[in-house]
């Protein structure tokens, strides 16, 4: 699978009484190669785990891989929160919605449903997301 970290994903994936965890940890038992994220996801999981080594960890094992530049994107991330400024989005989300562009076979591994079945890539285009089941 080719996929799009969100911070959800790698909250679940570190917390073990997380509601997400046995999915987490399922679809990371799966993945054949690293999931592309951003240095804004990896800020908010270090942030809601507690740990900046652990979520380091997770890109020296390579279950995760840094691949985009806020420098490099910054017309597209700001017109990204203009067109989106009425839900306020996170840096995080905007970077995400980038990384669909740069990688439109990739599928953004998500616990975000509500935002990301909103969110566009391209102005039109649905962005491809794998959440968790709905309980």
């Not at 785990?49 to 994107?73: I, K, P």
């Not at 591994?109 to 566009?120: K, N």
């Not at 890539?121 to 709905?134: A, D, F, G, S, W």
């Amino acid at each position: 699978m080719k996929g799009i970290a969100d911070t959800g994903f790698i909250v679940a994936f570190g917390y073990q009484t997380d509601s997400h965890h046995p999915w987490a940890l399922n679809l990371a038992k799966g993945l054949t190669e690293p999931l592309i994220t951003c240095e804004a996801v990896l800020a908010e999981a270090a942030f809601h785990l507690g740990s900046t080594s652990y979520v380091l960890s997770l890109v020296s094992d390579r279950l995760l891989t840094l691949d985009f530049s806020c420098a490099e994107n910054l017309e597209q991330l700001t017109a990204l929160a203009q067109r989106y400024q009425e839900r306020k989005p996170d840096l995080a989300d905007l970077c995400l919605i980038r990384l669909s562009e740069l990688y439109p076979r990739h599928t953004v591994i998500t616990v975000d449903e509500a935002d990301f079945r909103v969110y566009r890539r391209n102005r039109r285009e649905v962005i491809p997301i794998l959440c968790p089941p709905r309980h």
